[in-house]
């Protein structure tokens, strides 16, 4: 139902109507003042549908009945407002598309409009083999599915429950004063103000990734959004951990029997999910577990061997988190997202050596990082693809020799990481050629995965096979890739979406552990 504000001017039937409430029909006059013949009065009328020019005129006239022998002009209407259940049209930008091609499914029953310049700057990607050229491809087959079914120019129906999408082309200019005409920007701009305009009292709402758009669509007084899926705040994100304030006698329990019953009603903890228990009357008498789906009870830790996880031991709580996951072999998904110096990279690395080459969990131990420069990139590379690679896979390279602990001297007789590389233990290769491939029985590190698209993180993940575990690990706060931000990225989405599942777990590190400079820098600057 939808309000309509309607001006009114009152004569002695209306009054004597009003007081003693037999004024109906849907109309109600809120006034703070006492009523006087010939004052004006604004009167809301609810209406059940869009008003036109027809629905308007009956529904200011509906109520009197009420007052037969009133005579009143039909009153001006002073406001709309529409039902916020009621339908809007959302005008999508040319970035929306290319960041995810099924976004046009994805505004529930309400109208989709692309103007006609989004179609041009599709066409420009097309052949592009990055996954832009992809999405971009992907997007012209779908609406090339929707013009057989009726004409795109007039809308065509999305499917059941679903709004329309329809593809406008508008000769609305925007003002001189906004800069360039011929600008590609300028003319969506202009067909989402077109739409605006001409379709009231439908909302419209500009959609768009740029930034610099959103503001110039505000300052036009046209409503602007930002695409995001799953609409994470980085600073809500969960966690992975959570304090639970107990009694003392449970803090205890679970130090005597190692496991203390969670309600599940009425919802459980996410699964895997890490719990500090406090005691509520001495806040320093604590215990650190995990919440197990299979016991629906907190848990120990698993145990760190003495000698540590190939001589690395966790410094700090949130270590010993990420390393408990790294070494549950029922986990088969895991995310680690942390600042620089946190040691995600050190700990996944640590924990598939021992997996794979002292527990012989694991075949090998797969280790991957997208290639994306940071800063201006240094142009073609000469070499073999190995020569090629080494400067993007170096910050594996030195993890892998810290992990070896090898001597001065050692170092100079030529050992290194290429041993374990020589010896069919470790493998270090680009994302790049991922795709098409089946790995079983390996431990997979996908090092920097913040720079990833969800859909590229998708592709990765549907090729592990039978036996394998895959660890993610980034900061979102470090992206060198335009197409993605802290909260849209692989990592992020990935984290998000399996939260309740069984066989993934996630945590987040802030402590640095680096160095005292480094955790300094992450700081301040």
């Known amino acids: 139902m939808h309000i309509l504000k309607v001006r009114y001017r009152t004569n002695a039937e209306f009054l004597e109507a009003y007081q003693s409430q037999l004024v109906g029909g849907g109309l109600f006059c809120p006034t703070t003042t006492r009523l006087e013949e010939g004052a004006e009065v604004i009167c809301e009328i609810t209406i059940p549908a869009l008003p036109n020019k027809v629905l308007v005129r009956a529904a200011v006239r509906a109520w009197r009945p009420a007052v037969p022998r009133m ?89 059941p429950d679903k709004g329309s999408i329809r593809v406008l082309i508008s000769e609305r200019k925007l003002p001189p004063e906004m800069g360039d005409s011929r600008s590609t920007d300028n003319h969506i701009l202009a067909t989402a103000l077109d739409v605006r305009d001409r379709e009231q009292p439908l909302p419209a709402v500009f959609v768009t990734k740029d930034t610099n758009l959103r503001i110039r669509a505000d300052a036009l007084g046209l409503n602007a959004e930002d695409y995001d899926i799953e609409e994470v705040n980085l600073d809500t994100l969960w966690t992975g951990v959570a304090e639970v304030d107990v009694d003392a006698e449970a803090v205890n329990d679970f130090y005597t029997s190692g496991a203390v019953p969670v309600d599940a009603a009425p919802e459980p903890p996410p699964p895997n999910e890490f719990v500090v228990l406090r005691d509520r009357t001495n806040p320093q008498h604590s215990a650190v577990g995990k919440y197990s789906a299979a016991r629906q009870a907190y848990v120990p830790l698993i145990k760190i061997p003495k000698e540590g996880v190939w001589g690395i031991r966790p410094r700090n709580k949130e270590q010993s988190f990420a390393l408990d996951l790294l070494l549950n072999d029922e986990v088969r998904l895991v995310t680690i997202v942390g600042k620089a110096g946190t040691g995600k990279t050190l700990l996944a690395i640590a924990a598939g050596l021992q997996k794979t080459m002292e527990e012989s969990v694991y075949q090998k131990l797969l280790v991957s990082r997208p290639i994306f420069p940071l800063g201006r990139d240094i142009g073609y590379l000469p070499g073999s693809v190995e020569e090629k690679l080494n400067p993007w896979m170096q910050p594996i390279y030195d993890n892998v020799e810290y992990l070896m602990n090898l001597s001065h001297s050692e170092k100079k007789q030529g050992r290194g990481y290429h041993e374990l590389i020589d010896l069919g233990i470790l493998e270090i290769e680009p994302l790049t050629y991922i795709r098409g491939r089946s790995i079983p029985n390996q431990f997979m590190i996908v090092d920097e995965a913040q720079i990833l698209t969800p859909h590229e993180v998708k592709t990765i993940i549907t090729r592990v096979g039978d036996g394998t575990k895959i660890v993610l690990t980034g900061d979102p706060y470090q992206i060198d890739n335009p197409y993605v931000d802290a909260t849209n990225n692989g990592l992020i989405h990935v984290a998000n979406r399996f939260k309740s599942e069984r066989l993934a777990g996630h945590v987040t590190m802030s402590k640095g552990e680096r160095s005292p400079l480094a955790e300094l820098a992450a700081n301040l600057l």
């Not at 406001?79 to 259940?85: C, H, K, Q, R």
């Not at 099924?102 to 097309?126: L, T």
Request: aromatic share 8%; hydrophobic share 40%; glycine share 8%.
């Open 71 to 159: 005579r009143v002009r039909a009153g001006a209407v002073v406001e709309f407002l529409p039902d916020e259940m009621e339908k809007k049209n959302f005008i999508l930008d040319t970035n929306v598309l290319l960041h995810d091609p099924r976004s046009i499914f994805g505004f529930g029953d309400n109208n989709v409009v692309i103007p006609i310049h989004v179609i041009e700057e599709v066409d420009n990607f097309k052949r592009d083999l990055s996954s832009l050229g992809r999405n971009a491809r992907q997007v012209s087959r779908y609406l090339d599915e929707f013009r057989e079914q009726g004409r795109l120019g007039e809308g065509v129906s999305l499917g």
